[in-house]
């Protein structure tokens, strides 16, 4: 049996909502804040079903299953070992899901929670639209994706071939996701925002999972992490924190936050110097993390300071270099997964010897052609 009921309170305003939320924010017109569960959830070991695939051996630790549930096979990606001396480092390969990215662990979770929506959306030009797109098609609903006029993502053709319909909006990043949400007015439509729904959070607690069973049951001392809208870094400190609250982990693995200097609104925000409204950003080969506005940072601001954590904001010219390297290793990422590896040597002072650092890369290299 679930451990957790899964009862939802907005953040802001603790407003209890019910699992599935109806709409991926507080209800609340004069709130709008972000979801999370009302109590952290309990790692249990004696619950994990190893029979099951991918990520659904943790399924009685997460949102209950329909009867039949959907699925592509994700998760239970390789950990890999990439350097032993003076400290271990290795390379979670979560660009091995089915679309190539992490982000099939959040879209497997709102494909099985949509009740009875017939068109499922999100706004994105990128790795979320494409794995929503993927996940609708194998459940046989409609997918629409919002994106923006100007948008020249190589993602967008494995988006189209999933059979996803795919709107322009004129207007910014903010305007795509306002029109998206003012879609899902209709009762037919579910607005699955990999940004805002935390089905999306909740289920990429089991990377944090994966590492640890992986490791022989252990954490590591730090995972470093790309961060655009915070997903990832707030669904792997979620996950830790239920290793601990369950007293499998003494203490929570020191979380690293890397964007690139061109769009670092995180180290901004962490140095007091961020204002939304203000807050100037150049374009970045990185596409997965730049978002200037990421409209939970304050959340993600809390993911770092509460793991002890850093945020690294990588030199842009390092990026592609970065990504070749870790190519003639043999894992060819996209540029966004290689902030990781180019964070680097911007730790390694860090790290005491014998300790245990995990790299997460996000997405596969044949997405950034
Ligand atoms: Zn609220």
Redesign the pocket.
């Known amino acids: 049996m679930p451990t957790h009921p899964f009862k939802l309170r ?6 209890p909502v019910r699992w599935p939320p109806p709409s991926p924010r ?1 209800p ?1 017109p004069t ?3 972000p979801l999370q569960p009302i109590r952290n959830i309990v790692f249990d070991a004696t619950l994990i079903e190893p029979a099951q695939q991918g990520m659904w051996r943790y399924q009685h630790m997460l949102p209950p299953l329909p009867d039949d549930p959907i699925t592509l096979g994700e998760g239970w990606t390789p950990l890999l070992n990439h350097k032993r001396e003076p400290y271990q480092v290795f390379l979670k390969n979560d660009s091995l899901n089915p679309t190539d990215s992490y982000k099939d662990r959040g879209a497997a979770m709102l494909i099985n929670n949509l009740g009875d929506a017939e068109v499922v959306i999100d706004d994105s030009s990128g790795n979320a639209g494409a794995a929503l797109a993927a996940y609708a098609a194998r459940a046989n609903v409609q997918a629409r994706v919002y994106i923006p006029v100007d948008a020249h993502s190589s993602k967008l053709d494995q988006i189209a071939r999933y059979g996803a319909e795919i709107v322009t909006v004129e207007g910014d990043r903010d305007e795509v996701a306002r029109v998206a949400e003012a879609a899902a007015n209709d009762p037919a439509v579910f607005y699955a925002s990999h940004a805002w729904h935390p089905g999306y959070v909740l289920a990429i607690q089991t990377i944090a999972w994966e590492i640890w069973e992986q490791l022989g049951r252990k954490a590591p001392d730090w995972v470093v992490l790309p961060a655009g809208n915070g997903a990832l870094l707030r669904g792997v400190r979620w996950g830790f924190r239920s290793l601990q609250k369950g007293k499998l982990i003494k203490s929570l693995p020191r979380l690293v936050a890397v964007q690139s200097d061109h769009c670092a609104p995180l180290l901004a925000y962490r140095k007091g110097e961020y204002h939304a409204t203000h807050f100037q950003a150049e374009p970045t080969v990185a596409d997965g993390v730049a978002i200037p506005n990421p409209p939970l940072i304050e959340a993600m601001g809390a993911a770092v300071k509460k793991t002890k954590g850093r945020v690294i904001a990588v030199p842009e010219e390092e990026i592609l270099p970065a990504q070749d390297k870790l190519a003639r290793h043999g894992f060819f990422v996209e540029p966004t997964a290689a902030l990781s590896y180019a964070a680097l040597p911007y730790l390694e002072h860090k790290f005491k010897p014998g300790q245990t650092v995990v790299l997460i890369l996000t997405g596969h290299g044949l997405k950034s052609n």
Do not use: A
Not at 10 to 15: D, E, L, M, P, T
């Open positions: 907005c953040r802001r305003c603790n407003q507080c609340r709130c709008g804040g």
